[in-house]
């Protein structure tokens, strides 16, 4: 069984930064791909970042050169760096972690003010 907890989000302003992590623990390959995914209302769930455990990153265009997504193997942790945020960035931001199976976490919001 693998958890993912979440932790950051929460309400900024436009241009604003805001930092999320996501820690997993259970039984998983260490190759896993890590990532964040999010959700707004009315809208179907879409990739933000992913990233393996090499520590090759893929970005939505949406957040390229504004959100920087890393890795800690060690702790088994990756870390959502967002920067200049934008009101279209309001979304539930959801940790996931995918190997053989898919695994989500509960999500956190991200409100961002315009």
């Known amino acids: 069984q693998v958890q993912l907890v979440e932790s950051g989000g929460g309400l900024v302003q436009a241009g604003g930064s805001l930092s999320l992590s996501c820690a997993a623990s259970?039984?998983?390959?260490?190759?896993?791909?890590m990532g964040w995914y999010r959700q707004a209302p009315g809208k179907q769930r879409e990739l933000v970042a992913t990233i393996t455990s090499g520590g090759s990153t893929n970005y939505a265009d949406s957040v390229k050169g504004r959100f920087t997504l890393s890795r800690d193997n060690a702790k088994n942790t990756v870390y959502l760096q967002m920067n200049s945020l934008k009101p279209e960035d309001t979304a539930k931001y959801y940790c996931n972690l995918r190997e053989i199976l898919t695994f989500w976490g509960r999500g956190t919001q991200v409100t961002v003010s315009s």
């Open positions: 259970g039984s998983f390959s260490r190759f896993s791909i």
